[in-house]
């Protein structure tokens, strides 16, 4: 979605939930918003700011709107006219569970991989039945922590059953009636009748340049289990680092799978860059690392002996 400076953005899943992949601010072609823009204020098409915002405001929803003005963006390039270009897709496999209920995710043989969750409402028809007006007006509430205790409970399992409640999860919204959206992927399990090596994680910081790389290699070929570009705890990558950058400890960029998949899966050796630029920022402000859990992978026959080593973290 590309939207002028000054215009309502909006972004909408018929089915599924809002996934943000990236949101620039600024300018890269000369034949967009360009009505009544002078001939100077257009030229410069390497203008851009990466815009973490519009995630964090639509991630999860099934629509999200907003007039650009808003948001406050800061000027990536004074006197170039700017303009917003939104990338996003729709996460299908979505449930949704009313207070008090339980949630069950079930991937049959392979593996949960959870993108995003909320436990909160954001929007007046949700889990609505019945209920009165004054308890579902409150349309912008979330619990912080949700993604990051649902992905505990579910990550790498078959299956999981996860309650959605104030117990569960602290209360974002008191006297408001809520619910628990989870979206999540579902990733085949290793092949029995594959050789696998232990399964290895990395926890690789970024530097101030920006320019560090994680490269994992080994026997066989990569199949990744789970990747997260953010921060999950305070200690990792914190050396140096003031309290304030590393306090954040449920930071997840939801494209970090995907990207490291695409980069790593099925190749003997792979590099990932852990920077904003690849994954976007999922939390501004906060000292991020990049986690890769992976195994290393190598076909055998059936004939052949099949010695389990085991696998180990």
Do not use: W
Not at 22 to 37: F, H, N, P, Q
Not at 198 to 208: A, D, E, T
Not at 238 to 252: A, E, L, N
Not at 256 to 272: H, Q, W, Y
């Amino acid at each position: 979605v590309i939207t002028c400076d000054g215009s309502v953005q909006h972004l909408s899943c018929d089915t599924g939930l809002i996934n943000v992949m990236s949101a620039i601010y600024g300018r890269t072609d000369k034949r967009i918003c360009t009505t009544g823009r002078p001939f100077s204020e257009i030229q410069n098409t390497a203008c851009v700011l990466k815009i973490p915002i519009i995630s964090a405001r639509c991630n999860g929803l099934r629509q999200c709107e907003f007039k650009t003005d808003t948001l406050g963006s800061p000027d990536p390039c004074n006197g170039t006219d700017k303009y917003y270009n939104t990338t996003y897709n729709c996460i299908k496999d979505v449930s949704v569970t009313c207070e008090d209920g339980y949630s069950t995710l079930d991937c049959g043989n392979d593996v949960i991989q959870i993108i995003n969750a909320n436990y909160g409402r954001t929007d007046s028809t949700t889990c609505s039945h019945g209920l009165p007006d004054t308890i579902l007006a409150d349309t912008n509430c979330y619990a912080s922590g949700t993604l990051s205790i649902v992905a505990t409970k579910c990550n790498g399992k078959s299956s999981c059953t996860v309650q959605a409640s104030n117990t569960t999860f602290k209360d974002p919204c008191f006297g408001t009636s809520k619910y628990l959206t989870v979206s999540h992927h579902c990733l085949p399990h290793p092949v029995r009748n594959d050789f696998l090596f232990p399964i290895h994680s990395i926890h690789f910081k970024k530097s101030n340049a920006l320019q560090s790389r994680s490269t994992i290699f080994g026997a066989g070929v990569l199949n990744i289990h789970n990747a997260n570009y953010g921060r999950t705890d305070s200690t990792a990558c914190s050396t140096g680092r003031p309290s304030s950058q590393t306090s954040k400890t449920d930071c997840y960029a939801t494209n970090t799978l995907t990207e490291v998949t695409n980069r790593c899966e099925g190749k003997s050796s792979c590099v990932v860059p852990a920077t904003n630029s690849v994954f976007s920022d999922p939390c501004y402000g906060t000292y991020k690392y990049l986690s890769i859990k992976y195994s290393c992978v190598v076909a055998i026959t059936d004939s052949d002996a099949h010695t389990d080593r085991g696998l180990h973290t």
